[in-house]
């Protein structure tokens, strides 16, 4: 029977493996951690991300009062100004875009060999992309945080007893729009290429989705087609789920499409970034 293992010639020691959670833990603070620090080292990218929002919340709301103004959709019950019905549209756009920027992020990180050491780590690819994927959740919670704090300063009431079903939906729709950006980085192979992806998801996904008008507009001016595409788009009833949230209701349907687009689009990351049946090994990414 073999004896315990001697120390070593020098009377020190050797420091005991971490356990499993502690080297998960070790591996979500570097990884969380650099995409926060990434952030904060970059001021200007906050203002960007906000730029783009607040001209929509301030110029739009001013000159379609008066085409929007009236409506009186679900949820709400009573006539609202448009600006109102804005808020979770945009709050929308900016996990929508920071999913993207995501995405470049990935790809980016691929083309310098980051991606590469990263996927090599000693832990579950599941792990790893699970690890960005909350990162860049956080990242897109904190900018709609700010955005919603500038439109309560623009007079947008918002009772503080819906405020943490509307950060949980806030949570859950930059989860899956962020797992959408996860799966894009899959294919596309270089930065050139991003630009054209973002023209061909983003203002799609945006436009025709209620962010900016309701879907009854769209039937009342007989385009089918274009509502037809709203319903089926994730982006509605990622917004859809924020709009409910923000008067204390909740949406079944909506919240059953983002979680599940939102797990759906992280098990076909996932399943990319696999060696043996993803891009890694079919397209010689890294």
Sequence with gaps: MQGPLNPPADGVAADPAPSPLAHRLRALRAVVGRELSRFLRQPSRLGSALVRPLLWFVVFAAG??????????????????????????????????????????????????????????????????????????????????????????????????????????????ATMLAALGLMLSVYVKQLENFAGTMNFVIFPMFFISPALYPLWKLEEAGAWWLLMLARWNPFTHAVEAMRFASVGQFNATAWAVVLGCGAVFFVLALRGYDPQRGFIKTKGGG
């Design 64 to 173: 379609f009062h008066n085409v929007f103004g009236v409506a009186i959709v679900p949820p709400y019950q009573t006539y609202i100004e448009y600006k109102v019905y804005m808020v979770p549209g945009l709050l929308g756009m900016v996990a929508l875009f920071n999913g993207m920027q995501s995405s470049l992020s990935m790809v980016y990180d691929r083309e310098m060999g980051v991606m590469r050491l990263l996927l090599t780590a000693p832990l579950p690819r599941g792990w790893l992309l699970g690890f960005k994927l909350l990162g860049s959740t956080v990242l897109s919670v904190l900018q709609m945080a700010v955005f919603l704090l500038i439109a309560v300063a623009f007079g947008i009431d918002l009772a503080w007893g819906d405020l943490p079903g509307l950060l949980l939906a806030m949570a859950c729709a």
